[in-house]
């Protein structure tokens, strides 16, 4: 019974390289995040808009995608530790978890006082909420342009993210202007009570990604069956068995599977072909294959 690993050895090297160039701008992107949020969060408690605050939880989202996209990138650059054999990815995972958690307590508090807001309307100055909505979007544009230039799959996760807060902005924006023009300050708690709504389906999508890599269900976007028959069509290999694909983190998919194949099998042949199949075909670059030949019998027989 022979065995095998036909994935990418470079792939960390690979993903470290590719974050490297994405470091700078995530970083930037994030520092201008954070300040937004520090200020939108003051003001907002200054002038009682909750507009202001309840968008500034949605930038907290976007300063905390950003910090795991950052993350992972500078976990990607450093060694493991040999009782760490999958390093320290899955803390993404985690902290993306806490963070959806976090965002939904957040969206019902701005929604139950938004409510409230609209009944019996308090004195929320428009100017101040205007000019710091502008800022807010005048960021999230040069956090835009910062992460397009960032060159990698977290980077652009994370210029998605900044990209659905500027549309929270133009609200917060518009109903500052409003209020200078008509004087009608429900018109924030309207604001506030919208940006919470947006706040929710993105924490239920994020929770269910982060528990979906947690309970190690095979990623939604690999076909099991095409796995299957892909590497079934490998010349010289009879069957496969003992499939496992799970998500590490974001990006990282990981397999496992036993591939059994004729007596006369090349087998070296059969795991580089293995590669380019779930490589090229799948996006898995991470597999452990375990080959036996035809007439080996027993590790079909789990007790689990």
Do not use: K
């Amino acid at each position: 019974m022979g065995t095998g690993e036909p994935h990418d050895h470079a792939h960390g090297t690979a993903l470290a390289r590719s974050g490297g160039a994405a470091r700078r701008p995530l970083a930037l992107a994030l520092a201008l995040s954070l300040v937004t949020f520090v200020v939108q969060l003051l003001v907002g408690f200054a002038t009682g808009s909750l507009a202001l605050l309840a968008d500034s939880a949605h930038v907290l989202t976007d300063a905390v995608g950003i910090a795991l996209a950052l993350g992972a990138v500078v976990l990607a650059t450093r060694s493991r530790r040999p009782e760490r054999t999958f390093g320290l990815f899955r803390l993404e995972v985690l902290s993306a978890l806490a963070n959806a958690v976090l965002l939904l307590g957040v969206a019902m508090w701005a929604a139950y006082e938004a409510v409230g807001r609209i009944e019996d309307p308090p004195d929320v100055p428009g100017w101040p909420v205007l000019v710091v909505g502008a800022v807010g979007l005048a960021t999230n544009v040069v956090a835009l342009r910062l992460l397009s230039d960032g060159g990698s799959l977290a980077a652009e996760g994370a210029r998605l993210e900044v990209l659905a807060d500027a549309v929270g902005s133009v609200g917060v924006v518009a109903g500052g202007a409003i209020i200078v023009v008509t004087g009608a300050t429900v018109v924030d708690a309207w604001i506030g009570l919208a940006i919470a709504v947006s706040i929710v389906p993105r924490s239920i999508r994020l929770a269910a990604g982060a528990l979906r890599v947690l309970v190690q269900a095979a990623p939604p976007e690999v076909d099991l069956a095409a796995v299957t028959s892909g590497l079934r069509a490998i010349p010289d290999v009879v069957g496969v068995h003992d499939l496992h694909v799970w998500t590490l983190t974001s990006d990282m998919e990981v397999l496992s599977a036993h591939v059994v194949v004729t007596d006369a099998a090349d087998h070296s042949a059969v795991l580089d072909r293995a590669r380019v199949v779930l490589a090229d075909g799948h996006g898995i670059h991470h597999a452990t294959l375990q080959v036996e030949p035809e007439g080996h019998t027993g590790c079909d027989e789990l007790d689990w």
